[in-house]
């Protein structure tokens, strides 16, 4: 695969390597050891580093044979863009001799401005719960539903990479009195190997068909409970 090609985020990448070069005993054994990792733009492992051996014994009719060495990994789907490593150390005992390869790949991911305390970026207005394209306005009628995607981040990570987050959401009327309310919408917690830096989310609500119209406010009110953090987000759509 040409390496300007890449992958998008939450792809399974494959990958295979030859080694040649080593060196046989008096018997024809061979003994490698090798150690294979995978490291994000700013060189944290995108995956569990792998290592392995290879110890057998070679024939003189196995002349053109050559170790290889195979990983499939899956890119997290919030990994960010950028240009990212394979590294690759061989040791051949035999000879005592090292090898390494450094090979670049590129990732297309969902970029997510990062922050230093808790914060909502990119919501947006969409008309249906599938929409790829946001509302250019965020207009509804009475009955229909609102639908809103967006990001947080800048929330703290325990130990794990682990974090946990909740949202909640109340509206306030063109009148300044309160509508709707939902204080805990969502949680969001979970762990994993490589870090999460901005977890999507996504809210709705239905209109009742007696909504008064005007200009309504979401308040969306995010917790990050590892980080005892909280941050309020007000976002505004029209009932015509």
């Known amino acids: 695969m040409p390496a300007d090609l890449g992958y998008a985020a939450g792809e399974l990448a494959f990958f295979s390597l ?82 390494s390869a450094d090979l670049p790949f590129r990732v297309r991911g969902h970029n997510v401005a990062p922050s230093d305390t808790l914060v ?37 990570l325990g130990a794990g990479n682990s974090f946990e987050v909740q949202y909640g959401l109340r509206v306030i009327r063109p ?13 969001l917690k979970d762990h994993s190997f490589y870090p999460q830096r901005y977890l999507p989310a996504a809210l709705s609500l239905t209109l009742p068909a007696d909504i008064v119209k005007g200009e309504h406010t979401i308040v969306l009110t995010v917790r990050d409970k590892i980080g005892n953090q909280t941050s309020d987000t007000e976002q505004k759509f029209s009932v015509e």
């Open 18 to 99: 030859d080694i040649a070069g080593y060196q046989k005993s008096d018997k024809d054994h061979i003994q490698l050891a090798w150690e294979w990792k995978c490291l994000d733009p700013t060189g944290i492992p995108l995956v569990e580093p792998v290592s392995g051996r290879v110890e057998t014994d070679v024939s003189p009719e196995d002349k053109e044979w050559l170790p290889k060495i195979r990983q499939n990994f899956e890119i997290p789907y919030y990994a960010p863009s950028g240009s990212y490593h394979v590294l690759i150390i061989v040791h051949d005992a035999m000879s005592g001799a090292d090898a």
């Open 175 to 187: 009148d300044g009195k309160p509508g709707f309310s939902q204080p805990e919408a969502a949680t």
């Open 120 to 156: 909502v970026r990119g919501f947006r207005f969409y008309r249906s719960e599938d929409d790829p394209q946001p509302l250019p306005a965020a207009a509804y009628r009475p009955g229909e539903s609102v639908w809103a995607r967006f990001d947080i981040t800048g929330y703290k």
